[in-house]
């Protein structure tokens, strides 16, 4: 029985992942759970799943759960956060949380030297380099990727040896506004940037497709987590999103990992790695009915957040940090219609330009430049 910790257990990649666990019941326990502000439907995570312990961003929902369960262990807020990362109990951990806000849970289980499925990517982007630098102070704690491309690269390197890598190729669906200029645009209405064509997320992840810069966040979190130079990154648009990402080797062979366009396979994989198991909650690919898979060349120029994170993640230290946060600030202030649609690239470009760069060296360092740049955004670009 592997005791399971889900970090945001309400969102997207937090149901599907109980959607694996209720499949599995003989193999997977919850042990733990975590939500922010829907805590109506963490109150029924917790009647089906009884967990021990519980996590809650809201007061009244503290309030809430804690009266109606009495028994349980419920903390509260982003100290709640960390403390479900320090459980010994716990054999898995999943950050599935939106932002950077998972990076000390996830810090906390690697102390800890237990297995860390992240679906997580910003953690990897504010913190990837501390983070490969605790990862080597604790050698049995492992990161196993649950964003879909990291998990498709994972897969596909297992045909080789890391020194034969010839490139990393990421694919991208292009988002909702593939083949739309610059001016198309400008006047984007937060509702058209939510409507995803091939995949159902949460809404910042959503809003992230349509600017791109979630390729650019996952170019990243690819350095960080495969220790790959960023010229030999590349991104590939295939509007299927069927091939989840391919890793060509020196020799000319190209390995890919292709499957429904559905987050519960790397989710169980995370979990069942070195084994794969069959499930009822997995749907399998059928190429036939796919009949054709394209690809084409991203529009660099139109959808900036690409090159953006390249320049970022190319200048490292704590420049990674900076365009995550800013970007997290960014796509708010367009969710609360403070700001049009283009200006989430002004905001990351002017937030690395009036940034100074500096050593990273710990979790603190990462916190505090990841606090200024939100504060900084916020003055100067919300009304
Ligand atoms: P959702 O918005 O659907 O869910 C986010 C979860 O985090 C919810 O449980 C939410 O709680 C919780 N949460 C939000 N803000 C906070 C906060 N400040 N403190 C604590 N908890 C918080 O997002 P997704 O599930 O789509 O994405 C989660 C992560 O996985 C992201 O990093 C994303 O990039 C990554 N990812 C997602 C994919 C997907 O298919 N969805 C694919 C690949 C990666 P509540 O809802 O209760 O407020
Ligand atoms: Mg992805």
New binding site residues.
């Given amino acids: 029985m592997k005791n399971i910790v889900i970090l945001?257990?309400?969102?997207?990649?937090?149901t599907n992942a109980l959607e694996i666990i209720r499949n599995k019941r003989e193999e997977f326990k919850v042990l733990a759970l975590?939500?922010?502000?829907?805590y109506d439907?963490?109150i029924e995570q917790i009647e089906e799943f009884s967990p021990k312990y519980v996590s809650i961003?809201s007061e009244v929902g503290y309030d809430k759960i804690t009266k109606k369960f009495p028994k349980l262990k419920v903390f509260l807020g982003?100290e709640g956060?960390k403390k479900l990362g320090q459980l010994l109990e716990m054999d898995i951990i999943l950050i599935?949380?939106?932002?950077a806000?998972g990076i000390e849970a996830t810090v906390e289980a690697i102390k800890l030297e237990k297995r860390i499925a992240l679906?997580?990517?910003?953690t990897m982007v504010a913190g990837g380099s501390y983070i490969n630098k605790l990862l080597k102070k604790y050698p049995k704690a492992e990161i196993i990727p649950?964003?879909?491309e990291h998990s498709a690269i994972f897969q596909s390197l297992l045909s080789g040896k890391k020194k034969d890598v010839q490139n990393i190729i990421i694919t991208a669906s292009g988002g909702t506004f593939r083949g739309k200029s610059r001016k198309d645009l400008e006047n984007i209405k937060v509702s058209e940037a939510l409507k995803h064509p091939n995949?159902s997320?949460?809404?910042?992840?959503t809003i992230d497709s349509s600017t791109l810069v979630n390729k650019g966040l996952e170019v990243i979190e690819a350095h960080e987590l495969f220790g790959v130079d960023y010229d030999k990154i590349k991104v590939i648009v295939h509007p299927e999103s069927i091939v989840h990402s391919l890793v060509e080797f020196k020799d000319g062979a190209v390995i890919a990992q292709l499957g429904v366009t559905d987050?519960k396979l790397p989710i169980q994989l995370a979990f069942t790695y070195p084994d794969r198991e069959s499930s009822l909650a997995l749907e399998h690919l059928d190429l036939l009915k796919i009949k054709n898979l394209t690809f084409e060349e991203p529009d660099r120029e139109v959808f900036k957040g690409l090159d953006l994170a390249f320049k970022a993640g190319k200048i490292g230290k704590s420049m990674p940090t900076v365009l995550n946060a800013a970007n997290e600030v960014a796509v708010e202030l367009f969710m609360k219609e403070e700001i049009k649609f283009l200006e989430i690239y002004d905001i990351i470009e002017e937030a690395m330009k009036n940034h100074t760069i500096k050593d990273v060296e710990n979790l603190e360092d990462i916190l505090k430049i990841d606090l200024e740049t939100r504060n900084w955004v916020y003055k100067n670009f919300k009304k």
């Fill in positions: 945001g257990s309400t969102g997207s990649i937090g975590s939500g922010h502000s829907n439907l963490l961003g982003r956060l599935s949380v939106t932002g806000i679906a997580n990517k910003e649950v964003d879909s995949w997320m949460g809404k910042k992840i987050m």
